[in-house]
């Protein structure tokens, strides 16, 4: 079903079973599968091809020769039903490509709002990004890996599959990342290291003063001290009595399971 407002090429192919919402431009070349929904106020440039059972919400901006909603790269896959849902005013730059989930994971590959995804990103099976998220050029995430809110990857850097990258973290370029990345740090190299706080980030983002202070110590516990595993996570619940933003720490040291990085 294609909505009157609705832009189309006619050098683009639309399955008849395709749901397209209105105002939605689907510039020359394009090719959109039985299965796929397309939110109102999207734009596809040209020569994007969307298959599998695929949603996009509203007033995104897809990029010429992206890819969305392909059978993923795991060998494991068999056809079976797995999905990529992706929320609202996301910039997905030229020839990056999105796979679908598999059931060995999520069966979903899940992408929030306000995302911009440069050229040449690929996002592979069952990945969970958050909202207000940049990966820049040539950004490599393997299968199951979950990137959270306002996490700022520099080009060329790849993340190992399962990684866990917390919120408001920062990646330099060129990195490559094996473990998981406590939120608000910043991080570089092969293999990456921590190198502080994102502070800057913060900054922009109006975390006080008072705020980035128990940040930065809550960054103390976990470099600085030699703590074990368990002392890190009770120091952090006798800071997070007072600064509840500690509580992201140890949100993600509840889900982390590759370890982090050193």
Same mark, same amino acid.
């Given at each position: 079903?294609?909505?009157?407002?609705?832009?189309?090429? =006619?050098?683009?192919?639309?399955?008849?079973?395709?749901?397209?919402?209105?105002?939605?431009?689907?510039?020359?070349?394009? !090719?959109?599968?039985?299965?796929?929904?397309?939110?109102?106020?999207?734009?596809?440039?040209?020569?994007?091809?969307?298959?599998?059972?695929?949603?996009?919400?509203?007033?995104?901006?897809?990029?010429?020769?992206?890819?969305?909603?392909?059978?993923?790269?795991?060998?494991?896959?068999?056809?079976?039903?797995?999905?990529?849902?992706?929320?609202?005013?996301?910039?997905?730059?030229?020839?990056?490509?999105?796979?679908?989930?598999?059931?060995?994971?999520?069966?979903?590959?899940?992408?929030?709002?306000?995302?911009?995804?440069?050229?040449?990103?690929?996002?592979?099976?069952?990945?969970?990004?958050?909202?207000?998220?940049?990966?820049?050029?040539?950004?490599?995430?393997?299968?199951?890996?979950?990137?959270?809110? $306002?996490?700022?990857?520099?080009?060329?850097?790849?993340?190992?599959?399962?990684?866990?990258?917390? =919120?408001?973290?920062?990646?330099?370029?060129?990195?490559?990342?094996?473990?998981?990345?406590? =939120?608000?740090?910043?991080?570089?190299?092969?293999?990456?290291? =921590?190198?502080?706080?994102?502070?800057?980030?913060?900054?922009?983002?109006?975390?006080?003063?008072?705020?980035?202070?128990?940040?930065?110590?809550? $960054?103390?516990?976990? $470099?600085?001290?030699?703590?074990?595993?368990?002392?890190?996570?009770?120091?952090?619940?006798?800071?997070?009595?007072?600064?509840?933003?500690?509580?992201?720490?140890?949100?993600? !040291?509840?889900?982390?399971?590759?370890?982090?990085?050193?």
């Amino acid at each position: 079903m294609i909505n009157q407002s609705a832009f189309v090429h =006619p050098s683009a192919i639309i399955n008849e079973n395709a749901i397209i919402h209105a105002n939605v431009c689907i510039g020359p070349f394009c !090719f959109i599968d039985a299965q796929v929904e397309i939110g109102a106020r999207t734009i596809l440039k040209s020569h994007v091809i969307i298959n599998g059972l695929t949603h996009l919400g509203e007033d995104n901006s897809i990029y010429q020769f992206s890819s969305i909603g392909e059978v993923n790269q795991d060998l494991k896959y068999s056809g079976e039903k797995t999905r990529v849902c992706i929320g609202d005013r996301n910039i997905i730059r030229e020839n990056s490509t999105i796979h679908r989930g598999t059931i060995q994971g999520h069966s979903i590959t899940k992408i929030g709002n306000d995302n911009l995804f440069m050229v040449n990103v690929h996002i592979a099976h069952d990945c969970i990004i958050g909202n207000n998220c940049i990966l820049a050029n040539n950004v490599t995430l393997g299968g199951h890996v979950k990137i959270e809110d $306002y996490v700022i990857i520099g080009g060329m850097t790849a993340i190992h599959q399962n990684c866990i990258i917390g =919120p408001h973290v920062m990646i330099g370029g060129c990195s490559g990342v094996s473990q998981d990345i406590p =939120p608000f740090i910043l991080a570089q190299g092969n293999h990456a290291k =921590p190198f502080g706080i994102n502070i800057e980030g913060l900054k922009r983002r109006g975390f006080d003063k008072k705020t980035r202070i128990a940040i930065r110590n809550a $960054y103390k516990i976990i $470099y600085r001290r030699g703590n074990t595993l368990e002392n890190i996570k009770y120091e952090l619940k006798k800071l997070a009595k007072s600064h509840k933003i500690i509580y992201l720490f140890l949100d993600f !040291f509840t889900q982390s399971k590759r370890g982090i990085i050193r």
